[in-house]
């Protein structure tokens, strides 16, 4: 499972993740750990290159390896109005 710290629907963004049931393995992925600069938001994900390389990855680690999901900045589609104050909070 995908999530990003910034869903803005989906609150708080940890409740993306899943717990896995007895014998199975689930693998919850936060879009911004090693990647700080991709932004996406509950909707600009599906269009973020970087959860685009994690699902293919997770599809085919052989044809795509980790190493090869990239880190691009990804803005969120709800653009939102940073004042000067809120970047000091």
């Known amino acids: 499972m995908i999530g990003t ?8 963004y ?6 896995a049931g007895p014998g199975a393995t689930v693998n919850n992925v936060t879009l911004q750990d090693g990647c ?9 994900i599906s ?3 970087r959860a685009i390389g994690i699902v293919k ?7 795509f390896p980790t190493k ?3 880190c691009a900045v990804q803005l969120p589609h709800h653009r939102r ?6 970047l000091h909070r």
Do not use: C, M
């Open 57 to 63: 990855n997770a599809l085919d680690p052989k044809g």
């Open 81 to 86: 109005i940073v004042t000067r104050s809120a």
């Open 36 to 44: 700080g600069i991709d932004l996406s938001d509950h909707l600009s």
């Open 14 to 19: 940890k409740t993306t993740f899943l717990t």
């Open 68 to 70: 090869s999901i990239p």
């Open 5 to 12: 710290k910034y869903d803005e629907v989906v609150t708080p």
């Open 47 to 49: 269009v973020s290159q």
